[in-house]
C-alpha cells in the first residue's frame, strides 16, 4: 500500500523556521518523483518544490525561492522542505506528493497532475 506521511508542521512565528518531512512506504522509493504542495484556506492548490530521481533536478515556485529548499534521503524514503524566513502568507497545509519518475517535476513548472499519491497533509500556521 502506498503511504505518504508528512511531519513537523507545527505554529511558529513570522521569520522563524520549519523542517518539513515526507517519508513514503509501500513503493520502490528510486522511481518516483516527490513534489510538495500547499493550500492556504480559501486559495488554490500551489506547487511549491519537487525534487525528481535521483535529485538532480529540483524546482522551486518564485513565491518560496530563497527561503525554501527540498532535499531527499533516498536511504531514508524521505523528502525534507526546508522553510526559512516564514511569513503568514506562507501559512497552509502542506501536503507530499509523488510522480512517476520524468514526470511532475520540470526545469521552470510542477505539475500537480502527473502527481497520483498524495499524503494527508500538515498544517504549517505563521503567526505575525
Known amino acids: 500500500q502506498v503511504q505518504l506521511e508528512e511531519s513537523g508542521g507545527r505554529l511558529v512565528q513570522a521569520g522563524g523556521s520549519l523542517r518539513l518531512s515526507c517519508t513514503a512506504s509501500g513503493f520502490t522509493w528510486d522511481l518516483y518523483t516527490i513534489g510538495w504542495f500547499r493550500q492556504a484556506p480559501g486559495k488554490a492548490r500551489e506547487g511549491v518544490s519537487c525534487?525528481?530521481?535521483?535529485?538532480?533536478?529540483?524546482y522551486t515556485a518564485d513565491s518560496v525561492k530563497g527561503r525554501f529548499t527540498i532535499s531527499r534521503d533516498n536511504a531514508k524514503n524521505t523528502v525534507y522542505l526546508q522553510m526559512n524566513s516564514l511569513q503568514p502568507e506562507d501559512t497552509a497545509v502542506y501536503y507530499c506528493?509523488?510522480?512517476?519518475?520524468?514526470?511532475?517535476?520540470?526545469?521552470?513548472?510542477?505539475?500537480?497532475?502527473?502527481?497520483?499519491?498524495w499524503g494527508q497533509g500538515a498544517q504549517v500556521t505563521v503567526s505575525s
Open positions: 506528493a509523488r510522480a512517476d519518475a520524468g514526470y511532475g517535476c520540470y526545469h521552470d513548472h510542477q505539475s500537480a497532475r502527473d502527481f497520483d499519491h
Open positions: 525534487i525528481n530521481i535521483p535529485g538532480r533536478r529540483t
